[in-house]
């Protein structure tokens, strides 16, 4: 973790800081660090842990969007921190031996030409030095990085040492001042209170390598990049014998002691060197060192170390984030690897970034931007371990146990904090083109077998807040439609389930299918295989429902299963719905449907051919009617739909929603204000109320007899949809020569059995119901859709086929139609 800071930026963060507000940094720093720590140790420890470092840890954790965008971002926050160390390098070694300003001929020493484009040379030779190790392996790599901290902890000692063995010096700088250079005097005073107190208080002043005057945010920014090293183990996760062991133990004990070592040498500067020295002479460790190469050497040393690890760690997570190919064909070649597993081409391909980085010139150009990126990447970290810990998976038992949600969160405020202290515009930058790749990648990218934290937050919440949603709290006020579909073949129902899906209003919706076999007849479960398929016609439509699959001997008994267990504790269906009974033979509407037309899409789907007209059918006209009387049992409403193949997608510029809430089936008792009523008269409302029929024309059709008061009947229908807030046209239909046919004809044998008639309209007449159905169809040719009364079945189930069919005469060649049957009040005048 040494790095530039160590050695070259040190006395510009105490010089400029001074040592209460350096302190204070280091606390912050280190705060935030601790945090993203624990976090990273408990990732890490919590299962295999593959290439990729925080890239994998946080795509694993968090899905593909979130661990794409931020591998990114922690791609380029490497490719720039490996650019701002080589850059810090080259600083170092022209202030050795780099000509000063306004001479030709350097003296001693100083032989290297000062400009521009000489050092973007010396940083491009650097970084090829970099490459070059790099290329060989990680092996080379780990052994020159224990080689260059044996060096660097013996540099360290020498620079203890001279603090208290070096006595009192004049050290005269040179520094740059437009085309020439000025002389400065800084002191080494040796251990005096005087100079400890004159570097207590801040003096923030010109950077003299910059030109800009410098402020809290700016050195926290540069100082901050010391502290960035944390990664580094977890980098190269894949390259590690045992990462879960030695991740946790290699970081920790990194931050303790870098930790410590700074304090102790911002501590051990202010009671040395004078102002002066510290904010003009980023080298003056080098001056005041018993033998001044010593210092050369560190930095050195450590800088090229830093800048290794960043470029290092760049290409693994470049080449973890090939691997997942997230990004198609992009980073395809960055795949490639050696026979010895180091992936070559991605060292390179960082390589060439940072080289492009290197164009930005001085160290603190940049120093911020990396700043913000890895405070950004820790800051995800925090979420994907903060995310795991409230998902309260059985599988995340971490072997690292010293943390909390609260110090996840702690760090991530700690991280969002900083950013923006440091500097506004590039935190709120790199935060939009994060949130830019989330994006892409949510839409873009390829499911993942990684699996998804929001799936397992949300089932945390929704498990928590079914516990809360009581049935015994339950109020009409916040009714609202829980609908069943029952779904026999999706090919011919592609027009009713998205009609469906617009009738729900924020309800729950539930596509229920029932198979017609015996599992102990067969070998394995057969409905593991189409849930696929339903889950993806679910995709396709767009409709917001889910999949309830069953295997019974019959479809009545299917029907009771589903209307007994779909739905969970409060949330459970209460109205269901079925497709006519009728002799039409059914359409595929999957293939005519535009997701599906283009063939592919459609043979991914296991769903069987419609049935033919006159095959054979699932059940029979006493079973359909059966389950509505189950239905209704269970106290569930009751919607038929017939025709749904007819309506028309895209739907007319000006759709009418008809409404029949008179019971046209029991002519003698035309209430319009029964419990079935205001059921349908609501389910119209809900229709109307949704975004795609928003549009559409209401119309209520008042059944009237010429000598009845019919104003009075309008005034109180129309008061009572003021009372429901229900906004309709009301049409008046006089039906006289309709009634008159109701009891011209009396039919067997229900003009023998009275008690039938309660539930069921026994002595309708053919002739009746014809007369009906063109009376609605005068009133309106084609409207979009029509809703009218279902009747109650009887309760003879000897009657079943004869109720069936009088609907069937009522609805012929209607279009569109629903019949509603409500069996609870779902309306509300209340507030």
């Known amino acids: 973790m040494f790095s530039v800071v160590l050695f070259l930026r040190l006395g510009f963060v105490v010089g400029q800081a001074g040592l209460y507000q350096a302190l204070a940094m280091f606390v ?446 339950e109020h009409v006020k916040f009714w609202r439609p829980q609908m069943l579909l029952m779904v026999q073949n999706p090919r011919s129902c592609v027009q009713l389930i998205r009609f469906v899906n617009d009738l729900k209003k924020s309800g729950l919706y539930v596509l229920g299918h029932v198979e017609l076999q015996e599992l102990d007849s067969l070998p394995s479960d057969p409905l593991q295989a189409q849930t696929e398929s339903w889950l993806r016609l679910v995709d396709k439509l767009n409709v917001k429902a889910f999949v309830n699959l069953t295997l019974a001997d019959s479809v009545r008994h299917g029907a009771q299963q589903l209307l007994f267990i779909s739905g969970l504790g409060g949330m459970r269906p209460n109205t269901v719905v079925l497709g006519f009974y009728d002799g039409a033979a059914p359409q595929d509407g999957l293939a005519q449907y535009s997701p599906f037309s283009g063939g592919r899409e459609e043979a991914q789907l296991s769903f069987p051919p419609v049935r033919e007209a006159s095959g054979p059918r699932p059940l029979s006209p006493q079973e359909y009617v059966a389950i509505v009387a189950d239905a209704v049992k269970m106290l569930r409403n009751v919607l038929l739909a017939r025709a749904f193949e007819q309506l028309e997608q895209p739907r007319p510029a000006a759709p009418c929603i008809d409404v029949w809430p008179v019971n046209l089936l029991r002519p003698d008792s035309a209430r319009y204000a029964d419990t079935c009523s205001l059921f349908l008269l609501q389910m119209a409302c809900v229709l109307h109320m949704a975004r795609a029929w928003r549009r559409a024309t209401l119309r209520l059709f008042l059944c009237v007899e010429s000598g009845a008061r019919t104003r009075g009947q309008e005034d109180k229908l129309r008061q009572l949809l003021k009372e429901l807030r229900i906004r309709a046209a009301i049409h008046l239909v006089p039906w006289d020569s309709v009634v008159a046919l109701h009891w011209q004809k009396q039919q067997e044998p229900w003009a023998a059995a009275p008690d039938a008639a309660v539930n069921f309209p026994a002595c309708v007449s053919e002739e009746y119901l014809h007369a009906a159905n063109r009376l609605i169809l005068e009133q309106s040719s084609a409207p979009t859709i029509r809703f009218l009364y279902l009747p109650r079945p009887p309760a003879d189930t000897a009657l079943y086929p004869a109720y069936l069919h009088q609907l069937d005469l009522l609805t012929r060649d209607l279009g569109p139609t629903v019949l509603v049957h409500g069996v609870s009040a779902v309306t509300s005048t209340e507030l």
């Not at 925080?54 to 490996?82: D, H, K, Q, T, W």
């Not at 107190?197 to 005057?213: H, K």
């Not at 050369?296 to 997942?324: E, F, Q």
């Not at 913000?372 to 599988?395: G, K, R």
């Open 28 to 473: 912050v720093a280190y705060f935030i660090i601790g945090m993203t720590v624990l976090s990273v140790c408990a990732i890490s420890t919590n299962g295999a842990l593959d290439a990729g470092g925080a890239y994998y840890m946080i795509s694993r954790a968090l899905g593909p969007e979130f661990g794409g965008s931020m591998g990114i971002m922690f791609f380029l926050a490497n490719v720039c921190g490996s650019a701002l160390y080589v850059l810090g390098l080259v600083e170092a070694i022209v202030d050795i031996y780099g000509i000063p300003p306004g001479q030709s001929v350097g003296t001693g020493s100083q032989v290297l030409p000062r400009s521009y484009w000489y050092e973007l040379l010396y940083g491009t030779f650097v970084l090829l030095l970099c490459l070059l190790v790099c290329l060989v392996g990680a092996s080379i790599y780990a052994k020159a990085t224990f080689l260059i901290f044996l060096v660097v902890m013996g540099v360290l000692g020498t620079v203890l040492v001279s603090f208290f063995a070096v006595g009192p010096t004049v050290v005269r700088l040179l520094r740059p001042q437009g085309n020439t250079s000025i002389s400065l005097i800084g002191s080494f005073t040796g251990f005096r209170l005087a100079t400890l107190r004159g570097n207590l208080a801040a003096s923030y002043s010109v950077d003299y390598t910059t030109g800009r005057t410098m402020s809290f945010s700016t050195v926290f920014a540069v100082m901050f990049n010391g502290c960035t090293g944390i990664m580094a183990g977890a980098n190269m996760s894949g390259d590690l014998k045992r990462p879960s062991y030695s991740i946790p133990r290699g970081t920790i004990t990194a931050v303790l002691f870098t930790y410590v070592v700074y304090n102790l040498l911002a501590f051990l500067l202010c009671c040395t060197c004078d102002r002066n020295l510290l904010q003009n002479d980023y080298g003056f460790l080098r001056d005041i060192n018993l033998w001044p190469p010593f210092v050369s050497i560190g930095v050195y040393c450590s800088t090229l170390s830093a800048a290794m690890s960043n470029l290092i760690g760049a290409s693994r997570v470049l080449y973890a984030l090939a691997k997942d190919d997230l990004f198609g064909r992009a980073l395809a070649p960055a795949k490639k690897t050696s026979r010895s597993g180091n992936p070559w081409v991605a060292v390179v391909m960082s390589w060439a970034l940072v080289q492009l980085v290197l164009f930005s010139g001085k160290l603190n150009t940049i120093a911020a931007i990396v700043t913000i990126s890895f405070l950004l990447v820790y800051a995800t970290v925090d979420l994907a371990c903060l995310a795991l810990e409230w998902a309260s998976a059985p599988n995340f038992r971490p072997t690292f146990r010293y943390f909390t949600w609260h110090t996840c969160v702690l760090g991530i405020l700690g991280c969002g904090i900083m950013m923006f202290l440091i500097s506004p515009i590039y935190a709120s930058g790199s935060m939009a083109f994060m949130l830019v790749l989330l994006l892409a990648l949510h839409y873009l990218s390829p499911s993942s077998s990684w699996g998804y934290i929001s799936q397992a937050l949300i089932f945390h919440q929704v498990r928590k807040y079914l516990l809360m949603l009581d049935v015994r709290k």
